[in-house]
């Protein structure tokens, strides 16, 4: 992960302020919220000397309080102090941030008023930062008068930073105003886009992902848009301690990048192939750009062992996760059944050989039969899923959040079955689990027999939703079969497409099923519209194994593995799950033209 350092000197901060403002844009989301937690010492005192002004009502208030929540658990690390303000500054401080609670007086007010708050001397150098943020309620309002509004204030105070925001959301199912805060958030956000030197904090965002990352969606009249986590929530829009934590840590985290934008205020596009070596007993990760190639051939940059330490033969690497943001590394000891966790730091090495890094998931052993088969995340945690290959049955272990550990062992707690009394035989191969936003969190099942495809709905503990065709559970398509030579490779969500890939194992060829918004029923049965090839001419046959998906950037990716020549291939799809072009090194390419690996190695999976 890119680390460029800058020292700042608390003297010239203001100076730093103006600046950047021809900078690249400072975009905090959920993919950086918590970005200060690991900031050094040098930036974190240049955030306690930071003077902020914030117009805000309610929700505003919920964030205040929880900026005061991390002042009190850690005043060393979250330095400011907030005070009430009015609609004129008097004598202002350094470290102090200044929250006025202007209530709703109407979306048009709230933007005049700013305007006025700020010529009231809420600017440089009473202030450094001046915030200005809607409601849920203000679903009428019109984003191009704010963003006007936001550009007259920054040409009038060019040393002021002025933050903008996106619209807080609620809970609200099939709502019109959930739909009208996508759109203000989808125009702002792509404007911001477009733009050089802007500052967004993207609260929407932030609160529509759990902890554990995954959206928070709801759809009106077929148009998606993004939920606040109930989670997160009091009562469906106001934020109860556990969400106003984590936006207070968005401010911090802006603060921290208006100090100092070259920090990574963008999720890092880096991500690794991890491969198992069976004969050697040993893990090996290559690092990913975005552009698909290993970043270089350099050993323990490029690519290089996870661990110096063999396991030995006995023990397999059965998956490559990341579980509550961190990423993991699960083996299982073939002769004992034990399941042991190692956790990886951001260089793709285990972080300790003691404790710390690596141990047992659980005491319980789990018996040859039973085969790792994914995780599940519901709005309750995670969930290992491990599939008896004698009778089909589907068992989940609840991890804990800090540790990829079993919660604990008691029946329908820490452990159960998804359902106990489904009708399943060793003819059902789990095939893939996954979240649709629009349905929640779904698995699906193949019959090797019968050809036939099967999803089931979960309840946030993991446990089938109810036996009801078409509620609980149902076909993926009454019509389309598939055969035991094709396997289900992932699911993948592809521009506003939700895709499963399938691969067949004989030919080589991957295709892709598009799924309905509302449901995991195949849109249609038409070739090119509800299905169809990746694609048609790729020379691939049964030597080539789609060993992953992931994205490079923002683009959905396969990966596959070359069994003849070792090597490894991206594919970039595009929205309609094709490949862009087939042009190399860009709709596709080679990981790396000189690295190979022998037959004994195999790719386990992709963490970024």
């Known amino acids: 992960m890119k680390k460029i350092g800058v020292l700042l ?27 200060y937690d690991s900031v050094s010492e040098t930036v974190r005192n240049s955030v306690a000397a930071q003077k902020v002004f914030f117009a805000h009502a309610s929700v505003g208030g919920n964030i205040v309080s929880g900026m005061e929540d991390l002042n009190s658990s850690d005043s060393s690390l979250y330095m400011l102090q907030n005070e009430s303000a009015d609609a004129s500054p008097s004598e202002t401080s ?17 933007v005049s008023n700013f305007e006025t708050y700020v010529s009231n001397g809420w600017h440089s150098s009473n202030v450094n930062v001046a915030i200005n943020k809607f409601c ?13 509004s936001m550009q007259n204030l920054e040409t009038s105070y060019p040393d002021t930073v002025f933050v903008y925001m996106t619209m807080p959301l609620k809970t609200d199912e099939d709502s019109e105003d959930g739909w009208l805060r996508q759109q203000f958030n989808a125009n702002l956000r792509d404007w911001i886009d477009s733009q050089d030197g802007k500052y967004l904090l993207d609260i929407a965002d932030i609160e529509a992902y759990s902890a554990v990352g995954v959206e928070s969606t709801s759809s009106w009249d077929g148009n998606r848009y993004q939920m606040l986590v109930s ?21 911090y985290s802006l603060l921290a990048l208006i100090a100092d934008p ?18 050697a007993g040993k893990s090996v990760f290559w690092r990913i750009a975005e552009s698909g190639s290993l970043v270089n051939d350099n050993l323990d940059t490029g690519w290089g062992f996870v661990s110096d ?37 951001d260089s793709y090495k285990l972080t300790d050989d003691d404790d710390s890094g690596w141990g047992l998931v659980s005491d319980s052993t ?34 804990n959040t800090d540790s990829p550990t ?170 309609t799950g094709t490949l862009t072009d087939t042009t190399k090194n860009s709709g596709w390419g080679f990981v790396s033209d000189e690295l190979a690996v022998s037959d004994s190695w195999s790719i386990t999976g992709a963490l970024k």
């Open 9 to 35: 000197f608390l003297g010239i901060i203001l100076c730093l302020f103006s600046t950047y403002a021809d900078a690249s844009n400072v975009v905090v989301n959920h993919t950086n919220y918590n970005l």
């Open 94 to 110: 350094e470290g102090v941030f200044y929250d006025y609670n202007r209530g709703n007086p109407g979306w048009e007010s709230k």
């Open 136 to 148: 849920y309620i203000d679903t009428d309002a019109n984003w191009e008068t704010y963003r006007d």
């Open 231 to 251: 989670g997160f929530s009091s009562d469906g829009g106001h934020l109860n301690e556990t969400g106003r934590q984590r936006v207070a840590k968005a401010f």
């Open 262 to 279: 070259t920090q990574t205020s963008v999720p890092d596009t880096d991500l690794a192939l991890i491969w198992y070596g069976e004969d």
């Open 309 to 345: 330490s063999s396991l030995g033969s006995s023990w397999k690497l059965i998956a490559a996760e990341v579980v509550n943001n961190a990423k993991i590394l699960f083996w299982q000891n073939t002769d004992q059944g034990k399941i042991v966790y190692w956790k990886l730091n």
């Open 366 to 399: 789990m018996g040859s039969e039973w085969g790792y088969s994914g995780l599940a995340t519901t709005g309750s945690g995670t969930f290992m899923l491990w599939q008896n290959a004698s009778n089909g049955q589907v068992v989940y272990w609840k991890l």
């Open 406 to 575: 079993l919660t604990n062992r008691t029946q329908d707690n820490g452990w159960g079955y998804v359902d106990s009394e489904a009708t399943l035989n060793s003819d059902w191969r789990l095939g893939a689990s996954f979240y649709d936003s629009n349905v929640g969190q779904v698995l699906t099942w193949q019959n090797q027999q019968s050809g036939k495809v099967v999803w089931w709905k979960l309840t946030d503990a993991c446990k089938l939703t109810n036996r009801t065709q078409n509620e609980g559970w149902g076909y993926v398509s009454d019509e389309l079969t598939l055969n035991s030579e094709w396997h289900l490779a992932g699911p993948i969500t592809s521009g506003a497409n939700n895709l499963l890939i399938w691969q067949n194992e004989n030919s080589g060829k991957a295709v892709w099923w598009k799924l309905n918004v509302n449901s995991c029923v195949l849109q249609d049965r038409t070739k090119d519209s509800g299905w169809g090839f990746v694609s048609e001419d790729a020379a691939v046959n049964s030597n080539w194994r789609l060993a992953d998906i992931s994205t490079l950037g923002s683009t959905p990716a396969l990966f596959w593995r070359q069994l003849e020549t070792g090597k490894a291939v991206w594919w970039k799809l595009s929205d």
